[in-house]
């Protein structure tokens, strides 16, 4: 190869490099900069009708909610049936949202392939994450929000729209006993992750959080921790999938 032509070619690439970093910093600000954003910005807590929790990994965040309460039972829509361990005495659920592919193929992130990432940020189709607890404990990582009975149905009214109107409704094994994903409706992409699929839905029920939140920091910054002393360590049975390395969160 002539010398000129590979000097073209490093020049390329490291001008290619340059620009990735850039947009890398670019989306990070972005990020940054659209969490802190407030919608329902004359929002407050004053509700005592109903607590949910909002957990996070440090990666993915998910809505923690009781499995039955008088305006909702979830039960009806994500039935015990489909687990593999059916028959615990469970009191929530955790429902959150994200792109099929990643879900499905990639466990943990050291699994992840560029060919996932690059679908992912472009468009590519969702899946609802549907996990089974008993009696989650509150913590740094998994945060409670008390909510109006009104509230509460217009966030159980905006999760409902996330499920794929299809009948029967499909679903697919878990990472555990207590899991499992099903056919969700919306596109994944770049500018709809999975922390932002949270936070619409808290918005959807008038809470106050961020406009944008790519990341889980912009949504978890807007609810306060639990009360110091009360462990972050949810039931024995979800430790696992409290880990950071876990997708499944």
């Not at 992409?189 to 912009?218: E, H, Y």
Request: hydrophobic content about 40%; charged content about 20%.
């Amino acid at each position: 190869m002539a010398a000129p032509t590979r000097h073209r070619l490093i020049r390329a690439a490291l001008m290619g490099l340059i620009g990735l970093i850039a947009a890398v910093i670019c989306f990070a600000v972005a990020g940054w900069v659209g969490s802190s954003v407030p919608r329902n910005a004359g929002w407050r807590q004053t509700g005592r009708d109903i607590e949910i929790l909002v957990e996070t990994n440090g990666v993915h965040t998910a809505l923690v909610l009781p499995l039955i309460a008088p305006d909702k039972d979830w039960r009806t829509i994500f039935p015990a049936s489909d687990l593999r361990a059916p028959l615990r005495p469970y009191t929530h659920i955790s429902i959150s949202w994200g792109e099929r592919a990643v879900f499905l193929d990639t466990p943990r992130w050291q699994n992840i392939s560029p060919v996932t990432i690059l679908r992912a940020t472009t468009g590519s189709s969702s899946l609802l994450h549907v996990a089974h607890y008993v009696r989650p404990a509150p913590g740094n990582d998994v945060r409670p929000l008390r909510l109006t009975s009104a509230e509460y149905r217009q966030l159980v009214t905006a999760i409902e729209k996330s499920i794929a109107p299809t009948s029967p409704q499909r679903h697919y094994p878990g990472y555990d006993s207590y899991d499992v994903f099903y056919d969700a409706a919306g596109t994944y992409w770049i500018g709809r992750t999975c922390n932002q699929w949270t936070s619409d839905m808290l918005a959807a029920a008038g809470v106050k959080v961020g406009r944008w939140t790519p990341f889980s920091g912009g949504v978890i910054k807007w609810i306060a921790p639990a009360p110091a002393g009360i462990s972050s360590r949810l039931i024995e049975n979800t430790r696992e999938r409290a880990s950071p390395e876990r997708l499944g969160q």
